[in-house]
């Protein structure tokens, strides 16, 4: 049974999320305070992290980030800040979701639920070549490892099946929205925006100069195309 963790400072709120999920079949538990819900992601014992941003001990941001650095499981921040910017910042700091309040408990399970498909299916996703190169980027697909000129660099889950999904249909544009669909699922609830954010993270870590990128170039308008 997959378990859910729910970091959430209201009660009540965390206990309707704790109760939907179990009666779609998860194990769910609460963390009222920010470093106890911390102490609990680190432990590896959970499929989902579902994170309130405004906590007492440490801030949904901060929390997010050092999952980040030890897992890849996929984190939902839930949040009653709406503003574009709460969502964007809550994306670089590696989220995969950004859910508003108030929000619909069901609609949070079938994140949940799509979250952990996603996941598994870019996990264990295998493709025919084991090893793409394009100009010194080399992607091992059997040990799903990246390397820039010979250096390997680090890719959470998400951003490592987005590239791969790049670098296997080079030279051909794609809209965010086909983007999205076709990693995330059409059966899933999000904002394209979380694309925009993610191309901008493995920019920074593929491009010399993630301002002026070579390898994933932004048509205005349409949307992205990967150089081969």
């Not at 378990?3 to 999320?17: G, K, S, T, V, Y």
């Not at 079949?25 to 994170?51: R, W």
């Not at 001990?57 to 910017?85: C, H, L, M, W």
């Not at 949940?112 to 697909?141: D, F, M, P, Q, W």
């Amino acid at each position: 049974m997959k378990r859910i963790l729910i970091i959430e400072d209201d009660l009540n709120i965390a206990e309707l999320e704790r109760d939907y999920l179990q009666l779609n079949g998860y194990e769910a538990d609460i963390a009222q305070d920010g470093m106890l819900g911390l102490k609990k992601a680190l432990t590896g014992l959970y499929n989902v992290i579902i994170v309130d941003l405004m906590l007492p001990g440490k801030d949904g941001y901060q929390i997010t980030k050092e999952i980040r650095d030890k897992f890849e499981i996929p984190v939902i921040i839930v949040s009653a800040r709406n503003e574009d910017i709460d969502k964007i910042r809550g994306l670089g700091f590696g989220a995969d979701d950004y859910v508003t309040k108030p929000f619909s408990p069901a609609e949070l399970v079938a994140r949940v639920k799509s979250h952990i498909t996603r996941y598994e299916r870019l996990k264990g996703k295998i493709i025919a070549s084991e090893v793409i190169n394009h100009r010194g980027l080399e992607i091992n697909t059997a040990s799903h490892k990246v390397f820039i000129n010979g250096k390997e660099v680090q890719m959470t889950t998400t951003e490592y099946g987005l590239l791969v999904f790049f670098a296997t249909n080079p030279n051909i544009v794609f809209s965010k929205e086909h983007i999205f669909e076709t990693l995330w699922g059409d059966e899933y609830l999000g904002e394209t925006a979380t694309v925009a954010v993610h191309v901008q993270k493995i920019r920074k870590k593929i491009e010399r100069d993630p301002s002026n990128p070579e390898f994933i170039e932004t048509l205005w308008g349409t949307g992205y195309r990967f150089n081969s």
